[in-house]
């Protein structure tokens, strides 16, 4: 399953593997990309430069630097507890796959633990089903299937509220791969 992140005149598409991770199509690319951006970084302020800074963790992780995605991700997240909790509750989804694909799997609970708390205490319900899809790809990676199954069903439900093509595919390609992993 391909995914286009933001292409430009770069390949930043990802695709996925049945063990439900991205990977770049283009390496190199997408190092080239992150280097560029993070030049353009002292030219942006506030929200913009703190939305940039998430954005480049998640390519960080991407290519697997988990230590830049850490860093990066705790910058963001010290400006947007202060100034966007719609921002903070992105930005501690895309951290917990950073823990999740360290294999720190309570940390990347903990931290979908405070996405639910934010949820629960907004009314941000155009971001229940990244929740939902999240949780399962951690449960997914603990081998709990059922759990998995669960939460991709409570995502694909949401998704297909918001009627986008890209998103159900994504979740019925996990629930591909979990039916698998139940039917063994």
């Known amino acids: 399953m391909k995914a286009k992140i933001n292409s430009g005149q770069l390949n930043l598409k990802v695709y996925f593997k049945d063990d439900l991770h991205d990977y770049p199509e283009d390496h190199e690319q997408m ?9 353009m970084l002292e030219m942006l302020s506030g929200l913009d430069k703190f939305e940039k800074v998430s954005q ?3 390519y960080s992780r991407i290519l697997r630097s988990y230590s830049q995605a850490h ?3 705790q910058m963001a997240a010290d400006y947007f507890e202060k100034n966007d909790s719609k921002m903070c509750l992105i930005n ?3 951290w ?3 823990f999740r694909f360290e294999k720190r799997f309570d940390e990347a609970l903990a931290m979908l633990e405070k996405v639910e708390k934010i949820l629960n205490e ?3 319900s155009d971001y229940q089903d990244f929740y939902w899809q999240h949780l399962g790809k951690l449960y997914f990676d603990i081998k709990d299937f059922k759990m998995a199954n669960s939460c991709f069903d409570k995502a694909l439900e949401l998704r297909k509220l918001k009627k986008n093509p890209e998103l159900i595919s994504s979740t019925e390609f996990a ?3 979990v039916n698998q992993k ?3």
Not at 31 to 39: G, M, P, V
């Open 71 to 73: 860093e990066l991700f």
């Open 175 to 177: 629930i591909k791969f």
């Open 92 to 94: 501690l989804i895309r």
């Open 122 to 124: 907004n009314n941000y």
């Open 96 to 98: 917990a796959d950073v």
């Open 56 to 58: 480049l963790a998640v």
């Open 182 to 184: 139940l039917n063994l």
């Open 31 to 39: 190092t080239e990309y992150i280097k560029a951006e993070f030049l």
